[in-house]
Nanobody
Framework: QVQLVESGGGLVQAGGSLRLSCAAS????????MGWFRQAPGKEREFVGT????????HYADFVKGRFTISRDNSKNMVYLEMNSLKLEDTAVYYC???????????????WGQGTQVTVSS
């Protein structure tokens, strides 16, 4: 099974940018659909976006469309979340997830990383 480690979080001012990375280890990474999710304090984890195994198809939550971009590099076993025009409400712990079935991404059966904190300040 794949193991996931997120990095790249930190403190950024509103309007700024951050790039999160998710490193995957284990075999068959290119067979997994990948997703990003986030959890703000006191809130439930929510969907941010997904990318297909080949990278050709992406889907985003409405609140990040036009601001966030997901990409992957299967040769490096990496997935990225490029975040621009960050808002205070983007503050959360960001998690990457993997699943063979894109329809099941985010479920308990998905593989999850440990998360990386993103804090947006005014």
């Amino acid at each position: 099974q794949v193991q996931l480690v997120e990095s790249g979080g930190g403190l950024v001012q509103a309007g700024g940018s951050l790039r999160l990375s998710c490193a995957a280890s284990g075999d068959t990474f290119s067979s997994y659909a990948m997703g990003w999710f986030r959890q703000a304090p006191g809130k439930e984890r929510e969907f941010v976006g997904t990318i297909s195994w080949g990278g050709g198809t992406t889907h985003y939550a409405d609140f990040v469309k036009g601001r966030f971009t997901i990409s992957r590099d299967n040769s490096k076993n990496m997935v990225y979340l490029e975040m621009n025009s960050l808002k205070l409400e983007d503050t959360a712990v960001y998690y990457c997830a993997a699943d063979f079935d894109v329809g099941k991404l985010g479920s308990l059966s998905s593989r999850w990383g440990q998360g990386t904190q993103v804090t947006v300040s005014s």
